[in-house]
């Protein structure tokens, strides 16, 4: 039987935890296809991911190092995908904890590190980008130690062992002596040193958990997972365990498990490796495959509850139907359901008036939803996000994060006044090198909107990021957003001759000949108001002509709105219009006096 390590690669966002990936993949010989062994990221397969440099989807590789299958799982990066996390780190016996050697550890290295800590898991670190310049190798690795301390992590697990790399060079060592290292092999001889094997008992009755799901044209529905007893056999009969303990026999039509990066047929897969299993129709994530005469289930994944929530709904604008292939109620609703499937910390509920409550682990988790459905060609509409809140013992409790934040010494003041007016409390600050770090807990109301703010204040220099903390009272009153709507006063296309005459108003999100309809948000107000105005308007021809003539008015570039801006962006009385060809802002009711009557009865 072949030796295992099954192995997690966890790291906050941009900390090369995919690049090492790829050069452990590409130094171990694995054998990759031709798409596969290009000059991009390996591990990030999927279109967003490449857009945005980070891990959002948590896959499956392996590789054969001196004669030991190594399983590598890649996890994603941000805290708002902590459902992937907590499934990945169910499957390892131990992970390469990656740590940038000039950032040093981050508040996602925290969230990750806090649950491998907690199940036990042997922890390597690999201080990563040695290479970069203003790296400060000692300094980060004093302040790992701190963040295991911090944590509570016993003496043995601080004592960790330390691996120096260059993953985009495809280096490592045990020293940070880039010029000393020649490959990726001390990574490997730290994996089978300190990272143990998983119990290999196949005498013992068979129980697997599934911890991803996959559709295949052919196989139909796959479950992923470990198998943690037994030996599991291609065209057996299994007993599924669903999450109500319902014991149901099937027949494993397809057995798979992972070489290089692909998956292939097998005959058996025994405990301790990675299967992939076709032939059980109902499975889903967190679920048991057991031994049909002992059907014993797993433990259930734990999964933190998510804290933000949005409404979905048909597009109903006088845009609807034009520009997405899937624009009704029936196929949005199958779509959202279907996304249940793969992600647990994804709640979707039906509402009373036919749109849906989709709730997540906060805005970018919504967000990557949202824009994953926009480019598989569904149109439909969200309202602004809202925190969900519990109550205990007569009390209202609501969500907090914990905001970590670095900026240039001479932006901190406006941060430190912001974070105040937002309810945020100062936990900690020190300063160094004419840089500050701040850290603040914060309702999660308190962040949203703030984002794109907090980059123009630090004039795109600072960085924060964002941790849960916890439910607890905030017992002060929120105000609404202070800056109101620019609304398109009648349908049309956008002409410069009105834009010029009424971009002093605020500031505008299109440019001249973009179609627009009555009750479409153009811009944002400077003051507290929404204002209609004509964006349509055309200067009348004459047959006159003057000495100004021919001089045209400056017109301000016009603000660009992502899917994240809009978010921040919309009040309680808008909605945003996602369609795969644009994302608008409109008003929920369309007709200004309609929505002041609406205003008025108070609905």
């Known amino acids: 039987m072949p030796q295992i390590r099954n192995v997690a690669i966890i790291a906050h966002v941009d900390h090369g935890k995919t690049t090492l990936v790829d050069a452990l993949l ?61 499934r990945v780190l169910s499957m390892a016996d131990g992970c390469l904890l990656l740590v940038d050697a000039k950032e040093g550890p ?106 991803s799901i996959a559709g295949d044209s052919f196989k139909g529905r796959i479950g992923t997972g470990r198998v943690y007893r037994g030996v599991l056999r ?29 998956r292939v047929e097998v005959d058996e897969v025994a405990a301790g490796d990675i299967a992939a299993v076709a032939g059980i129709p109902e499975i889903t994530i967190g679920e048991t495959l057991a031994d049909p005469e002992h059907p014993e289930a797993l433990p259930l994944l734990e999964i933190e509850q998510p804290t933000v929530k949005m409404t979905f709904c048909v597009n109903d604008s006088p845009f609807a139907g034009r520009e997405g292939t899937y624009s009704t109620s029936r196929l949005v609703r199958e779509r959202l359901f279907r996304e249940l499937e793969t992600d ?21 988790h919504l967000a990557i939803l949202i824009e994953r459905m926009r480019r598989e060609g569904f149109e439909f509409q969200v309202s602004r996000p809202q925190v969900i809140t519990k109550s205990e013992g007569g009390r209202t409790l609501v969500p907090w994060e914990r905001l970590s934040v670095e900026v240039p010494e001479p932006y901190y003041g406006n ?106 948000v153009v811009g944002q107000n400077s003051r507290g108001e929404d204002i209609s105005l004509n964006v349509c308007k055309e200067k009348k021809q004459t047959n006159m002509r003057s000495k100004g003539d021919g001089v045209m008015d400056h017109f301000d570039t016009p603000r660009t709105m992502s899917l994240e801006a809009a978010l921040e962006y919309i009040g309680n009385d808008e909605l945003v219009e996602v369609t795969p060809a644009a994302i608008r802002i409109r008003k929920k009711i369309l007709d200004e006096n309609l929505a002041r009557r609406a205003a008025k009865l108070g609905f």
Not at 240 to 248: A, D, S, T
Not at 345 to 361: H, I, K, M, N, Q
């Open 26 to 86: 590409r130094q171990s010989r694995t054998h990759l296809s031709k798409d596969q062994a290009g000059p991009e990221l390996i591990m990030d397969s999927n279109e967003l991911e490449r857009e945005r440099g980070i891990t959002i989807f948590s896959k499956n590789a392996s590789v054969v190092w001196e004669g030991v299958k190594i399983n590598i799982i890649d996890t994603p990066g941000h805290a708002d995908f902590g459902g992937e996390v907590e």
């Open 106 to 211: 981050m508040p996602q290295t925290r969230f990750v590190l806090r649950r491998a800590l907690e199940i036990g898991l042997k922890v390597v670190v690999v201080i990563n980008k040695i290479d970069m310049p203003g790296v400060r190798v000692h300094d980060v690795h004093h302040r790992t130690l701190d963040l295991f301390l911090e944590l509570g992590a016993e003496d043995h697990a601080a004592d960790f062992p330390v691996v120096y790399a260059s993953a985009r060079e495809g280096k490592a060592g045990h020293e940070p002596e880039l010029e000393a290292m020649e490959g990726v092999a001390p990574v490997f001889e730290a994996i089978l040193k300190h990272i143990p094997p998983p119990p290999t008992d196949t005498a013992a009755p068979l129980q697997m958990r599934v911890t």
């Open 234 to 262: 291609a065209g057996a009969t299994v007993a599924h365990i669903n999450r109500e303990g319902k014991v149901e026999l099937c027949k494993v039509t397809s057995l798979m498990t992972y070489v290089g990066l692909g």
């Open 344 to 364: 647990v910390a994804l709640r979707v509920e039906d509402a009373p008036d036919g749109t849906w409550t989709v709730s997540g682990r906060g805005e970018f």
């Open 415 to 520: 941060v430190m006044q912001e974070m105040l007016k937002r309810h945020g409390e100062v936990i900690k600050m020190h300063s160094a090198n004419g840089t500050v770090a701040l850290e603040f807990s914060v309702p999660t109301r308190g962040l949203f909107g703030y984002r794109g703010e907090f980059l123009t204040a630090t004039r795109g220099l600072g960085i924060m990021n964002t941790i849960f903390d916890g439910y607890r009272p905030d017992t002060e009153e929120w105000r609404e957003r202070e800056q109101g709507s620019l609304v398109a006063f009648e349908s049309g296309v956008t002409a410069l001759y009105g834009l010029v005459h009424v971009q002093d108003r605020g500031t505008l999100f299109y440019g001249p000949g973009v179609e627009v309809y009555k009750g479409e």
